[in-house]
């Protein structure tokens, strides 16, 4: 383990110049999971630290499980864009972005390694033991980008690492029989959906009108949440799920 890097768990410093000061004294208070997205780690790698390609991330978690450090904890990566997550515009400067290597969807996208996922829960519960991240503010690329991104994709165990204390997670409700709402619809029930989502974190307008955007945030709710099945539409199955999340925030139960 170098003694230049923030993390606790083995790491290697690989250092890039794409990073600048957080705004206005921002304090950490998410972790935000990527799939790199590209055809092999090396690339990935190169444009993370390439001056040219604007982008970086603080951590990357290769395929062996192996990590490296590329921007310090204290300055703003260049990982997330535009977002938002629980109306934050800038989620660049509060979080801590973690690129883990897979060729996502565009280049063949496949299950994360056994130890590639050990070493992502190492870090991560790592960084959140240390800055106090609560467990719903680490969360995947596509719940803060919905309309833009879906990595880490509906492959990335979620479930394992909640099971290693590591993020929010329910087990979601079964899916069954019956639509009860999908793009195009509205209503009080469309409505309270949105409401629900937008609780969470999403960005979602409360319209009552089941909206290309609200169909992007219960696509990406469903990614994270309930991955069975990612389609946009509204049944039970997510709507469960929604709402065992929501009992289990502590500024929500009773």
């Known amino acids: ?29 998410m972790v935000v999971l990527h799939y790199t997205g590209m055809q092999s780690a090396e690339a990935a790698l190169q444009r993370l630290c390439d001056p040219r390609a604007e982008v970086s991330a603080h951590y990357f978690v290769d395929e062996d499980g192996s990590i490296l450090q590329c921007v310090p904890e204290a300055r703003r990566a260049w990982h997330a864009g535009q977002g938002s997550w629980k109306g934050e515009t800038d989620t660049n400067s509060r979080s801590i972005g973690v690129e883990i290597v ?10 994360f390694p056994t ?20 467990p719903w503010m680490v969360l995947g690329h596509s719940d803060i980008a919905p309309e833009r ?7 990335f165990p979620w479930d394992r690492l909640a099971a290693s204390g590591v993020g929010h997670f329910v087990d979601p409700s079964p899916i069954g029989s019956g639509l009860m709402m999908q793009e195009g619809d509205s209503g009080q029930p469309v409505e309270a959906l949105q409401s629900m989502l937008a609780l969470y974190g999403y960005e979602v307008a409360v319209s009552g009108d ?14 994270h949440f309930r991955p069975e099945k990612v389609d946009g539409v509204v049944d039970r199955s997510t709507i469960e799920t929604l709402h065992g999340l929501l009992k289990r925030l502590p500024s929500l139960a009773s």
Do not use: W
């Open 210 to 223: 089941f909206s290309t955007q609200t169909k992007h945030a219960v696509s990406a709710f469903q990614r």
């Open 1 to 29: 383990m170098s003694a230049l890097t923030d993390t606790g768990v083995p790491a290697r410093v690989h250092p890039s110049p794409n990073h600048g000061p957080r705004a206005n004294g921002a304090q950490i208070d």
């Open 115 to 134: 130890a590639q996922v050990a070493a992502v829960i190492e870090l991560v519960s790592d960084i959140c033991r240390r800055h106090g991240i609560q």
């Open 149 to 155: 991104k879906v990595d880490p994709g509906e492959l």
């Open 102 to 111: 897979n060729p996502g969807h565009e280049f063949g996208y496949r299950s």
